[in-house]
């Protein structure tokens, strides 16, 4: 089938968006239709306002339509993710329909713990650690929310039609999701006797059928490096997002040992298996990792090869009791079993192998103790061989040019030195005029940031800045400590003239919403802020820069990679900490202007931005503002900004999706049930633990998920909040979760 005209398309849908064509997202569009003709790689940098969601899609198209093979697309964020499928696909599918002779189709690929399982719904699997919870929430509504909620779950899964958590409108705690999933490793798979009804297994075979499979940077390597044909068959591949893959890519392939996780393991396979040496080794391990400093292993003490070759051959004991006789005997129970089982046992060989790329550290975690952990020190070759493979691959962002040059970034993906693929580097610009529209502010006269937190002249250059610009102000701080602090000075200096918002006090979609909203609002945060948040318009007119984003100086990983870099003769300090931190500013950097009429600045407030020798690498990293150090003129500039400021831009509220992806209401979206209202908190939120208030219906949460053996990452994850934050409400109700944290992407 022939492919049609890119111009054409692309016009038809910038016309259908409401939007203007740009020469940088024309160049972008043509330069991965080039590289998908030449069977070659594309690194991208587009700025932001580029347009560069639809320069890849309608190229993604057209090779779907011509190939008859979907193009993957995948995001780093969930907010990406939901602008694709809740906004440009829908519209641009409506837009060049006519052209096509069809309507492009699209679905959204996610992980299996993210819809409900039938087979533990009628009773498969064993329940959670709490016995019967399932028929108590069935017979007893009143009991309590979870009992509620897992009604919900179960007049839910009577009228949905793909069993998507996403469609859950309002959603349930992860204690009562898990009462409905599974994991990748606790699926039975192709055994599963009600395997035909399988909501996963609906959706993969669905998303097989579409013109764009748009997933995340972790399911999409996972894909790739296990082979699972969890994505189907495809040509071409969109990394959005790519300055954040490599990051994803090492978490994913991370592993982890605690002495609760072995604990864990072998409670669950107690009831079909002798498993009292695995918990005797669990209790070996943990006396003699606590007594290991923490820190990175430069090599395995002989008391740590002992306790882990006690754990790892303990478990392959119970994983030959736990081998079912035949296929039909692996029942839910068991499956369930040897996954925690196989998990314990394939980490402590991996820890044992000492790979030569694997670093091996201890860390303290507050609630879960003494934790191993193992990563590799590069996955620039893991990429170069199984992500970098029989297919073309776009690499797209707005931070990719580092100190002025792709080098650094095509590095770490495994595009460099011998054997490395062809490629391309395009930096297509941005259509932004930056040193008209922003400053760049360096607070030179400040000193340099310590190791004692954020000082009073910090603060107080803050407050300056904030009374200059009447509010309008994202904090982005380079630890969650100095945002909490900073919230908290700035609450008392400022009273009730102006809120502050820290992340972490709510759901950060929440907090950047009521951001945009209220232009005398300042909102302070770390980590997703630097790169999660986008509010044009007037409500964001200063963003501040604490310091430099450096990795932690005992962070393990950085450190082995810059020592591996300077005994090849290299700048270790420069490969790894400076190029991180130039990603980290250029990101930051970027929150300030989003559209073609903001204007704003952006202050430093780390005076070695202009003093250290590494300065100019940074400063080449970050959009060409205009540069100062002037102070007075600073203030007087925000001062104008505030006195002249239109109205803050519309708030757009967040979109319900079906199971494709498709915005409930629009022509591919299907009508899908919504829950009802979820039951009301018994008293408001008064109960407040490091500037996050806790309702008592929470703190029920907490102590559900403690009893469910959740993680604090786990508690984190579904309270969107820092796991600082749940370690210290933890400790004020007198919890102490011990499970271990587990992710799944099948």
């Not at 995001?75 to 096509?100: C, E, G, H, K, S």
């Not at 908190?681 to 907490?702: F, I, K, M, N, Y």
Request: hydrophobic content about 40%; some cysteine.
């Amino acid at each position: 089938m022939a492919r049609p005209d890119l111009d054409a398309l692309l016009h038809a849908a910038v016309q259908g968006v409401g939007g203007t064509e740009r020469p940088g997202q024309v160049q972008m569009a043509h330069a991965v239709e080039h590289a998908i003709e030449a069977d070659e790689h594309l690194l991208v940098q587009a700025g932001t306002g580029t347009g560069k969601s639809l320069a890849y899609l309608i190229p993604a198209v057209a090779h779907a339509y011509e190939a008859g093979k979907p193009a993957v697309v995948a995001t780093a964020t969930l907010t990406l993710q939901a602008q694709i499928v809740d906004r440009d696909m829908p519209r641009l599918a409506d837009a060049i329909a006519p052209i096509l002779g069809r309507k492009p189709t699209y679905a959204l690929v996610k992980g299996r713990r993210n819809y409900l399982c039938q087979h533990k719904l009628v009773g498969g699997f064993p329940e959670e650690e709490d016995e019967g919870l399932l028929s108590v929430g069935q017979v007893d509504a009143n009991r309590s929310r979870l009992g509620a909620e897992v009604v919900r779950l179960r007049e839910w899964a009577e009228v949905t039609r793909s069993g998507d958590r996403d469609e859950l409108v309002p959603g349930v705690s992860e204690r009562a999701w898990r009462q409905v999933s599974v994991s990748a490793h606790e699926c039975l798979g192709s055994k599963c006797p009600v395997v035909t009804e399988c909501f996963v297994e609906q959706a993969r075979e669905a998303a097989r059928e579409v013109d764009v499979v748009v997933t995340n940077h972790s399911f999409m390597a996972i894909d790739s490096f296990e082979g699972r044909q969890m994505l189907p068959e495809h040509k071409l591949l969109v990394v959005d997002e790519a300055h954040e893959l490599v990051d994803r890519v090492t978490s994913t392939v991370t592993d982890e040992l605690t002495a609760s996780m072995i604990a864990a393991a072998a409670k669950r396979a107690g009831r079909l298996a002798q498993t009292e040496p695995v918990n005797e080794a669990s209790v070996l391990f943990q006396g003699i990792l606590d007594d290991l400093p923490e820190g990175r292993l430069l090599g395995l003490p002989d008391t740590l090869t002992l306790a882990l070759t006690r754990v790892r051959d303990t478990a392959r004991a119970v994983q030959t009791e736990l081998k079912p006789a035949s296929p039909e005997d692996n029942d839910g129970a068991r499956q369930v079993a040897r996954a925690a089982i196989d998990e314990i046992h394939e980490n402590a060989e991996r820890i044992l192998e000492q790979r030569e790329l694997d670093v091996v550290w201890v860390s303290r975690d507050p609630r879960r103790g003494s934790v191993l952990r193992v990563a590799p020190m590069s996955v620039a070759m893991l990429l170069r061989d199984k992500v970098f493979g029989d297919r073309t691959v776009v690499m797209t962002s707005a931070t990719l040019e580092l100190g002025g040059t792709f080098d650094a970034v095509a590095g770490t993906l495994g595009l460099r030195g011998e054997g490395s693929p062809d490629w391309q580097g395009l930096d297509v610009g941005s259509p932004f005029d930056y040193p008209r529209q922003a400053i760049a502010y360096v607070a030179k006269h400040l000193p340099a940031p310590g190791r004692d937190g954020i000082g009073d002249a910090t603060l107080d250059e803050i407050e300056a800045l904030i009374r200059a610009s009447g509010g309008r102000a994202l904090g982005l701080f380079s630890s969650m400590r100095a945002a909490v602090a900073a919230t908290e000075a700035m609450r008392e200096r400022f009273g009730d003239d102006i809120a502050f918002l820290c992340q972490g006090e709510d759901q950060t979609a929440t907090l950047v919403r009521q951001f945009a909203r209220e232009p005398s609002t300042c909102l302070f945060g770390t980590l997703s802020l630097w790169q999660g948040v986008d509010v044009p318009g007037s409500s964001c007119q200063l963003v501040i820069i604490d310091r430099i984003p450096f990795p932690r100086p005992d962070d393990p990983l950085a450190s082995a990679r810059s020592q591996a870099i300077a005994r090849m003769g290299g700048n270790g300090f420069m490969a790894v900490s400076a190029t991180h931190a130039a990603l980290r500013l250029a990101q930051g950097a970027g929150r300030l202007v989003r559209r073609g009429d903001d204007r704003g600045v952006v202050a430093f407030l780390d005076s070695r931005m202009m003093t250290a020798r590494y300065a100019g690498f940074l400063q080449r990293s970050l959009p060409p503002f205009w540069p100062t150090t002037d102070r007075a003129m600073v203030l007087a500039a925000l001062k104008r900004l505030d006195e002249t400021a239109p109205e803050p831009l519309p708030v757009h509220e967040p979109a319900l999706r079906g199971m494709a992806g498709a915005v409930e209401g629009t022509s591919m979206g299907d009508t899908r049930p919504v829950a009802s209202a979820p039951p009301q908190a018994r008293s408001p939120r008064t109960a407040v633990t490091q500037g996050r208030a806790w309702s008592a219906e929470e703190d029920e949460e907490l102590r559900d998920g403690v009893d469910a053996g959740l993680s604090v990452e786990e508690l984190a994850d579904h309270f969107e909040v820092e796991p600082d934050v749940v370690a210290a409400r933890l400790s004020l109700l007198g919890l102490e979760a011990s499970g271990a944290a587990t992710l799944s992407f099948d």
